[in-house]
């Protein structure tokens, strides 16, 4: 065999990088006089697991929603596209299913796919509803009148998480975070920082005391130096915002440690991740959730989107992105039927200030950040079950999701407290 | 103060042979054939996700015989893709630009990630050690999970194995003639082709019995290739393209430098490692111990 050249390197990963967005394009068939709507999310790469709970989201609510006979009498039809988390390959896809006529978009994952977004939107003539997408720049310094937001955004999930601790766990006001070493992670932390330095205070007439949080890294396969640091800080509860598999990696490795055994651990939004993999090992721990079926037992939509999950797919535990895609479809068909056709800035002026029901209840489109006012919901999830998930969730929590956003900023940084 | 230099030590050591025992069968490969195979990872993979369904069957309590069997298992499975991988492929690389290979084996990588998306699923799994192995010791104030020390000791002796192999048996003494010249050994009647063959066969044996022994060290899911294996190429570059004990030497010295950096400078976790390879290749190209060096 001859030799490996630099050059020869840099062109062969070209090759493949270049080769990369015609591969996994799928496309769903559609009649003539369909209202398309555009799902662009990760159907493989790093977030391939969430992407398909968006698609079948949607696939479900669109299935619904037709069977009811379709929004204006016409029926919606999907576009499928795989962005990969991939800013370029979502702006591409996006660019190419506006050319089809799919004005209408949704599935945005990736923080850095829906930032993306914005701008393309408004230059394309698009608009986009993210399906979990976390960044809290979306509705504050990158604020873009074309990308909505209909689940709860950082600063409403991580102080939820920081409400219901001065709650339920007054005396626990000593705090650390194993934050991932990312943008976002330690946007997480500051903002349970700040929920901890207001509610403590108001709810639990405490001050909290906040220690350094151990910075992580992303995508290791040896957390225990952390966790040695974690397991030696005086700190009695946890905030985790390491996510997937990292996080299961993590708390294997914290478990000879005893890391979990006297602490509280608040998960900022692994949902069922953690407790799906380790099973009987996983620690007693809070995480955010987009939406718990059992905690909305009762209202129509839920079960029925649990129903036609479970028919859909086999699997009885969906994570809560399945609703967010599910919320998000309708939010459109009732943006087109309020507003009474589908362009762009029609459907943009429906779905400002919107208020649909949901799976999790009603929810507020706000129209000045287009953020969506809902409960933030939390489960507690422990060791224990006799079947064969070998976890059980033991509690579940609403918390109102006006007592925890912020006013809307557009255009502004979100404003935070900090330790003293 | 003791107890925090065991503690660094310890952890620096448990990364270490965690990174030595995937970069192993990748340097093998690479001192003999001169490949360098962007699948391994993929193949250290998929040996975690077959352990992981041999054990699957004990329950909870795995015993730490059936879990050193599921290693074997793992590794004997992937010695035998390794015959595939090398009669599909490698022998059809013989021939041409290095850039191929690394298109070829990025497209193994591809294949990898897809078997186990096929056969697996896209959650992520985990493994509970072995029962003998969930216990800590406590050594001057350091904690040392007796898991962790499992993988220190699984490091050292597939180290050592391959070391006496290497150098101490006519077999290795073999390898390195073909290593450094394939043509004159095929001349003095070595069948070189057969020596390839087992190389890949014992590379690709050992991704799979790195990926059962440590299928309890971290989370399984189709992300896995991609986390060890850029450390071990760390480790490979800067132990020296080829070369086993320069491996042995780098995971050490990376895992210092990995340990130390978590510990002293936490808020930049990798900055130091990368640093470090970096300045490795600017002062010592050929790392720190070439393979002409070892031979």
Redo the contacts between chains.
């Keep these: 065999?001859?030799?490996?050249?630099r050059r020869?390197?840099i062109?062969?990963?070209g090759?493949?990088t270049l080769a990369a967005p015609f591969i996994n394009r799928r496309a769903f068939a559609q009649s003539g006089d369909a209202i398309r709507i555009g799902v662009v999310t990760a159907l493989s790469g790093?977030q391939?697991?969430i992407g398909?709970f968006v698609l079948a989201g949607c696939q479900i609510a669109v299935d619904q929603i037709n069977a009811a006979g379709g929004v204006l009498g016409r029926q919606l039809a999907l576009e499928i596209r795989d962005d990969r988390a991939n800013p370029a390959e979502a702006s591409a896809a996006a660019r190419e299913l506006i050319g089809l006529g799919a004005n209408l978009q949704i599935g945005t994952i990736s923080s850095s796919v829906a930032l993306a977004m914005g701008p393309l939107m408004t230059q394309e003539g698009g608009v986009v509803i993210t399906c979990g997408a976390g960044t809290e720049k979306l509705n504050h310094e990158n604020y873009n009148e074309h990308v909505f937001r209909p689940g709860d955004g950082p600063y409403m999930r991580m102080r939820a998480q920081a409400r219901l601790m001065a709650e339920r766990q007054p005396d626990v006001t000593s705090w650390t975070g194993l934050v991932p070493?990312h943008e976002y992670g330690r946007t997480t932390w500051a903002v349970y920082v700040d929920g901890l330095l207001q509610f403590y205070p108001e709810i639990a007439k405490a001050d909290p005391d906040i220690l350094d949080p151990?910075?992580?890294?992303y995508?290791?396969?040896?957390y225990?130096?952390?966790v040695?640091?974690a397991?030696r800080s005086k700190a009695q509860g946890i905030y985790n915002s390491t996510y997937?598999?990292?996080s299961?990696?993590l708390f294997?490795?914290a478990k000879?440690?005893q890391l979990f055994k006297d602490r509280v651990l608040m998960d900022s939004a692994n949902e069922f991740?953690?407790a799906?993999?380790?099973?009987?090992?996983t620690p007693g721990h809070w995480t955010g959730i987009h939406w718990y079926h059992e905690t909305n037992k009762g209202n129509p939509l839920s079960d029925q989107l649990y129903a036609d999950y479970v028919k859909k797919t086999g699997n009885t535990q969906p994570m809560g992105w399945v609703s967010e895609a599910h919320a998000g479809i309708y939010a459109y068909a009732k943006a087109i039927e309020k507003s009474g056709k589908s362009d762009t800035d029609a459907v943009i002026a429906g779905l400002k200030g919107l208020e649909w029901d949901t799976a999790t209840g009603k929810r507020l489109m706000r129209a000045e950040d287009n953020q969506a006012i809902k409960d933030v919901e939390l489960i507690y999830i422990e060791a224990g079950a006799s079947g064969p998930l070998?976890y059980k969730v033991t509690d579940y929590v609403k918390v109102d999701g006006n007592t925890v956003i912020e006013p809307p900023t557009p255009g502004e940084p979100m404003k935070l407290r900090k330790p003293s | 103060m003791a107890g925090d230099l065991i503690t660094i030590l310890f952890n620096a050591m448990i990364w270490a042979m965690a990174t030595f025992l995937v970069a192993s069968g990748l340097t093998l490969v690479f001192g003999i054939l001169h490949v360098l195979n962007f699948s391994h990872g993929g193949f250290f993979m998929i040996g975690g996700y077959v352990a992981y369904t041999v054990l699957s069957t004990f329950g909870a309590e795995i015993p730490l015989w059936a879990y050193l069997a599921a290693a074997l298992v793992a590794s004997v499975a992937m010695g035998g893709t390794g015959i595939a991988v090398d009669t599909l492929v490698f022998r059809r690389l013989k021939s041409v630009d290095g850039v191929y290979v690394l298109i070829a084996t990025y497209a193994l990588l591809l294949v990898c990630d897809g078997v186990v998306k096929l056969i697996w699923g896209l959650n992520y799994l985990s493994v509970s050690p072995p029962r003998e192995l969930l216990d800590v010791l406590f050594l001057g104030g350091a904690i040392m999970p007796t898991f962790s020390i499992f993988v220190v000791v699984s490091g050292v002796v597939v180290f050592l194995a391959l070391d006496v192999v290497i150098n101490r048996t006519s077999a290795g003494r073999i390898l390195q003639v073909i290593a450094v010249d394939p043509w004159m050994a095929g001349i003095v009647g070595i069948n070189v082709s057969s020596v390839y063959r087992w190389t890949v066969i014992t590379g690709f044996a050992l991704a799979g019995l790195a990926g059962g022994l440590l299928v309890a060290n971290q989370s399984l899911s189709p992300d896995l290739a991609g986390i060890f294996i850029l450390q071990a190429f760390g480790v490979v570059i800067v132990g020296g393209m080829g070369s086993v004990r320069g491996a042995f030497v780098a995971s050490i010295f990376l895992g210092l430098v990995e340990a130390l950096s978590a510990t002293y400078l936490p808020n930049y976790p990798g900055v130091l490692f990368f640093a470090t390879i970096a300045l490795v290749l600017i002062v010592r190209p050929e790392g720190l111990l070439s393979r002409q060096a070892t031979s």
């Design positions: 065999m001859t030799g490996i050249s020869g390197v062109a062969g990963l090759a493949t790093p391939e697991f398909n070493d151990i910075i992580v890294p995508g290791a396969g040896d225990r130096t952390f040695t640091q397991a997937g598999g990292d299961v990696t294997q490795q000879p440690f991740i953690v799906g993999a380790l099973k009987g090992d070998g």
